[in-house]
């Protein structure tokens, strides 16, 4: 398998391209950043493409989209050192095949991607995002702005009982116990605009 590897870290590309090369991977290119990614992909055509998620220029992100929208059918791996839910959504919905940790040992990376190549490894799946209401959502906004139960009614023109209720609903979608872990976990997965 021919590979592209993207990484702003030459240490690590380095180290990259040397185990994978160890495993019997072909790298015929590496790039140090998003842009040089998307470039040397598309004239190259590589059988994947490892890229890392946070990178100068343009993001791995960002890279896959743009892979994807001029046609390149080969596979695309991201790798980070961030596991957030809403970073895996951005992922898969811009077309990456996989998101793994980069704390993988290199044996266990080769391995996914020959699974990956034979269509063995599961493919990436955006998670899944608690679905809020509209009114839901304005009382989150409200909330990350520190406005007490009282002043959300005031600015929604509704009463506390019911902002009280659209918060109870806001804590089971989010699995949270107060407001708090509701708003850690709503800025984890990129529900909140502020």
Do not use: C
Not at 51 to 57: A, F, G, H, K
Not at 105 to 132: D, I, K, M, Q, T
Not at 165 to 179: G, P, T, V
Request: avoid cysteine; proline fraction near 5%; charged fraction near 30%.
């Amino acid at each position: 398998m021919r590979l592209l590897i993207a990484d702003d870290h030459p240490l690590f590309r380095m180290g990259l391209r040397a185990a994978l090369e160890r495993e019997g991977f072909a790298v015929v290119a590496e790039a140090g950043d998003g842009q040089e990614a998307v470039k040397l992909g598309l004239a190259l055509l590589p059988d994947g493409v490892l890229l890392d998620v946070r990178m100068p220029q343009m993001d791995g992100i960002t890279a896959t989209r743009l892979l994807r929208e001029q046609r390149y059918n080969g596979l695309i791996a991201l790798l980070t050192t961030f596991n957030e839910p809403v970073l895996v959504q951005q992922a898969a919905y811009a077309g990456a095949d996989a998101y793994w940790s980069k704390e993988l040992p290199p044996e266990a990376l080769a391995e996914r991607l020959r699974r990956l190549g034979l269509g063995l490894e599961p493919r990436l799946r955006a998670p899944e995002l608690p679905r809020l209401t509209a009114r839901e959502q304005e009382v989150l906004q409200w909330m990350a702005q520190g406005l007490s139960t009282k002043e959300i009614a005031r600015r929604l023109n509704i009463s506390p009982d019911t902002v009280k209720d659209h918060l109870a609903r806001l804590y089971e979608k989010l699995e949270a116990r107060n407001r708090v872990e509701a708003l850690e976990r709503a800025r984890s997965l990129g529900l909140l605009s502020i």
